[in-house]
């Protein structure tokens, strides 16, 4: 079984750069989050993947089996670029296919036009880095 980190993100277009922004716990509330779960479980489970809510802004994402896919944390997303840093492997078209499907249903869902807030029009997913991978992007990203 494979396991990934999902949490919900606010993305913006700016110029010829996609960014990701995250929502700080209590933002977003636990009802609203349970909903677009709901409302993403169909196009998980059309690919045997099972989408739970964990806990504010912390989702699952399991796998029947180990996925051959690199993913980005949050945390290194944040802000920058993501094109640079979408999933990356054997399946990245798949996971692209997936993003791209969850964005458009989120940007209709009827809980972003209720919520006053910032649209939640995308989610994003990933695994716990390596000990390596930690320690090349802090190599990278040291100032």
């Given at each position: 079984?494979?396991?990934?980190?999902?949490?919900?993100?606010?993305?913006?277009a700016?110029?010829?750069?996609?960014?990701?922004?995250?929502?700080?716990?209590?933002?977003?509330?636990?009802?609203?989050?349970?909903?677009?779960?709901?409302l993403?479980?169909?196009?998980?489970?059309?690919?045997?993947?099972?989408?739970?809510?964990?806990?504010?802004?912390?989702?699952?994402?399991?796998?029947?089996?180990?996925?051959?896919?690199?993913?980005?944390?949050?945390?290194?997303?944040?802000?920058?670029?993501?094109?640079?840093?979408?999933?990356?492997?054997?399946?990245?078209?798949?996971?692209?296919?997936?993003?791209?499907e969850?964005?458009?249903?989120?940007?209709?869902?009827?809980?972003?036009?209720?919520?006053?807030?910032?649209?939640?029009?995308?989610?994003?997913?990933?695994?716990?880095?390596?000990?390596?991978?930690?320690?090349?992007h802090w190599?990278?990203?040291?100032?």
């Open positions: 079984m494979d396991h990934f980190h999902v949490a919900p993100v606010h993305l913006v700016d110029w010829d750069v996609l960014r990701l922004f995250q929502f700080e716990q209590g933002e977003i509330p636990i009802e609203i989050q349970q909903q677009l779960i709901e993403l479980l169909p196009l998980f489970e059309e690919e045997g993947m099972l989408l739970q809510f964990q806990s504010d802004l912390c989702w699952q994402l399991q796998l029947p089996s180990r996925e051959p896919i690199q993913t980005t944390p949050i945390d290194w997303a944040t802000g920058g670029n993501l094109l640079s840093v979408m999933p990356q492997g054997e399946n990245q078209l798949r996971w692209k296919k997936l993003l791209n969850a964005q458009m249903m989120l940007h209709s869902a009827a809980v972003n036009q209720q919520s006053g807030q910032l649209a939640i029009n995308g989610i994003w997913v990933w695994r716990d880095p390596s000990l390596v991978d930690k320690m090349r190599w990278r990203n040291r100032r």
